[in-house]
Each structure stands twice: as C-alpha cells, then as structure tokens.
C-alpha cells in the first residue's frame, strides 16, 4: 500500500509540474482568418463595368493616337514583381498575407482548386469563381491603412488605361459599391486590375501615362465589395475589344493546376506556402481587434517601467504545422532572462501570439523580444527604465530570475535579502542561506535541487518577507 502511495504521489506530482511549466509560456492568440465569409471582391455587374471601363480606355487612347501598345510589334507578357512594398515609414518586418489564389475550376459552390492543387482560393453559390490574388495586411491591417504603411506599387511597366480613385475605403461587406483602382497595360496588350485601393490615394497621373516597374500606383484599402484592406490583383492576357471573343484571365502562378497559362508571369514566383514572421512587438496590454472597419487598438510602447507588465506579441504568416519557433527576451548585457521554444500545431495563414509577463526587469536600458523561425531572426528593442532610481523599502518589486531556472538563479531587490529558505510542495526546507554583508543575497545556487516546484521565502534587513514560487527545469 506504502508503495501505491508513493507512486500515485509521483504521478501527480509530474502532472503538475507538467502543466506549472506548460502554462508559464503558453501564449494567447491564434488564427487570423481574412475574408472569412468569402465576400465576392467584384460582382458579376462591377466587373463587366470594370472591363468595359479598360475597353474604352484603349479604345480612346487607340483613336487619340497615345495607346503606347502595338499588336504588330507584341512583346512577350511581363514578368512581374511583387506589387506590394512596405512604406519606409513602416516598423514591421513585413505586411502582408495571401488568403486567396486564382480558382481555377469553374464549378460552384465549394468546388476550389488553385494552382498549386489545393484550395486557397474561394467560389460563391451565385456562380462566382475567384479571378485574382488577395494580398491582406497583416498585422493590423486598418492601422496599416490608415498610416499608408502598404504601398501598391506596378509588378511591370505599361500604360495606365483607366483609374478612379474617390469611392470610400472602409467597406466591410458585399454591398461596398464600385472600389478605387488603377489599370494598367503592358507591352504584349495585357492588362493588370489593382482594386480596393484606399480612398484618394491612386496615383496622380493620369490616364495615358506610361509608369515603370516598382512606381507607385496607391495605398491598400478596403474599397468596394471587400471585409478588410486587401489588394485584388486581376490580369487578363488578352482583352477582346471587338466583342466577338473573350477576355482570356491569366494567373501568374505556374503550377501543376493552373489550366489558364503554362508558364509563370512572376520574375521570381514566390512559394506556395511563404513562412515569415512579420513583426515582434511590445505592447502595454494585449492588442484589441474591433469589428470591422474601426482601427486596432494595438497598444503599442517600447517604453516601460520595471516594474510594468509587458506583453510581447508575435505575428506570422504562413504557420507551418510541424514546425516550432525560437523565442527570447534578453537583457541590456545580452544575458537571456527566457529562451524557449514555441511549436506550431496547425497551418496558419496568418496568426498571432502574445506572452504577458512581469517582475523581471532588473536592468534599466534597451532590453530585445527576438524571434528565430527557419533561419530568419527579427529583433525588437524595448526600453525599461527605474531600476536604479527607486529607493522604496520594500519587497514589492522583488523577483527571482530566470524562472524556470536550470542551477544559479539571481535575487532582484531593492533592498537588501539576508536570508532565503527554499522548501518544497510538501512544506519541507531542503536550502537556508544566510547573508550579512552590505550587499545581501544576490544569487543562488541550487544546483543540487532536483527537478520541480519550490516556494522560495525571502527575507529583508528589516524583516520583510515576500514569497515566490519557482520551477527547476
């Protein structure tokens, strides 16, 4: 019976370690799904207003002697380059996603297939089959909008044939009326749609002017039929005039399913799947995500007190089930309070994670949040001030650190700590340490614990106590 005990005790005992551990760094956060009800970026309507828009665009700048493409002189289709960049002005690491590709099979509803064989893309009951690829911003995307931090810029030089710019931004449905877009044709007679740019941004040029590769055409909005800022981006290799044939769509993406075009239209095609983080973050609290279209509130500082909660908060695109990422919060001196590793049980296309953590900021100056994923490192620096310029005499602010610990572990006090009893679940002292100096207990070592959790009891030179609960791992 004494034996069924004993292990029943180390059972439990194990758990609760278990889950004491699990919980210290277990995240809140998740998905982020963009366009979750599938809204239609063009109604059947808007999008033969769209091309008949395009059509007399050509038409007029043909008869006005000013349409730059020549049918005798076609040139092969462009070569794109990635139609969104980052503002200089932006302190991400990135600010976009993909949620949807081109779907390349003409049946409805619930019928998807993209390029690459899978199904990021979406169709509708009405009959609607998704022509182009969504770009989102993330993270943030309505602050993102609003500070013109996601610039749409032209993948190939060529000729604006059409634009409209002056229709609101904030859409968050299908009945958001025509959106803001810049048209624009290139050499071989093709024709690239950028739509759901934000209000009044569209570029000042005019129609007939020629652009190059890389300029900008406007900002990412959420103009028309859309749920959130996002760019819509439509080609058609062809764009029959005479109304005997038809607009031939073209996807860029070369793959084993796309039945549209045999080769890519992309200088260097991006993968499928695109893992990145795109930003690490402190913030003052967890960040809000308001319905749509009011802006996040993301609680953004790098500035805290020590004795501040500080939440940091990671951003990714493309999750990959499978794989984990390296998290770190380092000290002024480069000394790492936590290092741990998070893993991803699921495929994200966008998701977001916050650790909220305090009492463990004993150094004023500029502390880092850094995260490693698949060989790429963003570094965040934060500032924490006040170590040295509180003088009250108490234990409020103690802490010990790192926690979880693995041998030596340091006592931040601002007073001085003349001894500490470190006992166990069971209420057993297994460490007393004594200190009389001027200084006072600065460190531990309890490298001769075993695995586990221990209440450690500090003491102050005026008898103050404070109780701390730590881990060994």
């Known amino acids: 019976m004494k034996s069924t005990i004993t292990i029943l005790f180390v059972t439990l005992f194990s758990i609760s370690l278990s889950t004491a551990q699990d919980n210290y760094f277990e995240?809140?956060?998740?998905?982020?799904?963009?366009?979750?009800?599938?809204?239609?970026?063009?109604?059947?309507?808007?999008?033969?207003?769209?091309?008949?828009?395009?059509?007399?665009?050509?038409?007029?700048?043909?008869?006005?002697?000013?349409?730059?493409?020549?049918?005798?002189?076609?040139?092969?289709?462009?070569?794109f380059i990635w139609p969104i960049k980052k503002s200089n002005g932006s302190n991400y690491n990135d600010v976009w996603g993909i949620s949807n590709y081109v779907d390349q099979n003409s049946a409805y509803p619930n019928q998807v297939l993209d390029y690459n064989c899978e199904g990021r893309t979406y169709d509708t009951t009405d009959g609607y089959n998704h022509a182009g690829i969504d770009v989102f911003n993330w993270p943030f995307q309505w602050k993102l909008m609003d500070n013109d931090e996601v610039e749409i810029i032209a993948a190939a030089p060529g000729q604006i044939i059409a634009k409209g710019g002056s229709q609101p931004d904030r859409s968050c449905s299908l009945s958001g009326g025509n959106w803001n877009a810049v048209y624009v044709q290139h050499s071989d007679g093709s024709v690239a749609l950028y739509g759901h740019m934000k209000q009044n941004s569209p570029t000042t040029k005019n129609v007939g002017d020629m652009v190059t590769e890389g300029e900008y055409l406007g900002i990412v909005g959420s103009s028309g039929n859309s749920t959130g800022p996002h760019l819509h981006f439509e080609v058609y290799s062809e764009v029959e005039l005479g109304g005997v044939g038809q607009d031939v769509l073209a996807d860029p993406y070369a793959g084993p399913c796309n039945s549209l075009n045999t080769d890519t239209?992309?200088?260097?095609?991006?993968?499928?799947?695109?893992?990145?983080?795109?930003?690490?973050?402190?913030?003052?609290?967890?960040?809000?995500?308001?319905?749509?279209?009011?802006?996040?509130?993301?609680?953004?500082?790098?500035?805290?007190d020590t004795s501040d909660p500080i939440t940091f908060g990671l951003y990714m695109r493309d999750q990959m089930s499978g794989t984990s990422i390296n998290l770190r919060i380092i000290r002024p001196d480069n000394s790492i309070v936590y290092n741990w590793n998070f893993a991803f049980n699921d495929d994200y296309v966008a998701s977001y994670w916050y650790w909220t953590y305090s009492g463990i900021y004993n150094m004023d100056g500029a502390w880092k949040w850094q995260a490693t994923y698949q060989g790429q490192t963003v570094t965040h620096t934060f500032n924490v001030s006040g170590v040295l310029s509180v003088d009250k005499e108490n234990l409020e602010s103690t802490s010990i650190y790192p926690n979880p610990f693995n041998d030596i572990v340091t006592i931040n006090s601002r007073v001085n700590i003349e001894s500490a009893t470190i006992v166990d679940i069971m209420g057993k002292t297994v460490i007393k340490v004594e200190e009389n100096s001027s200084i006072g207990l600065k460190e531990l070592n309890l490298s001769q614990l075993s695995k586990g959790m221990y209440f450690a009891t500090l003491v102050g030179q005026n008898n103050q106590r404070k109780q701390i609960k730590i881990i060994k791992d």
């Open 265 to 304: 239209w992309w200088q260097t095609q991006k993968p499928y799947d695109n893992p990145n983080i795109n930003a690490v973050l402190t913030h003052s609290a967890p960040p809000q995500f308001p319905t749509c279209p009011e802006q996040e509130v993301t609680n953004e500082s790098d500035d805290f």
């Open 27 to 79: 995240p809140e956060g998740g998905e982020f799904v963009f366009n979750a009800d599938k809204t239609p970026c063009l109604t059947d309507s808007q999008r033969e207003e769209v091309k008949s828009k395009i059509k007399s665009g050509i038409i007029d700048l043909s008869q006005q002697g000013r349409l730059a493409f020549n049918k005798a002189n076609k040139m092969p289709h462009p070569l």
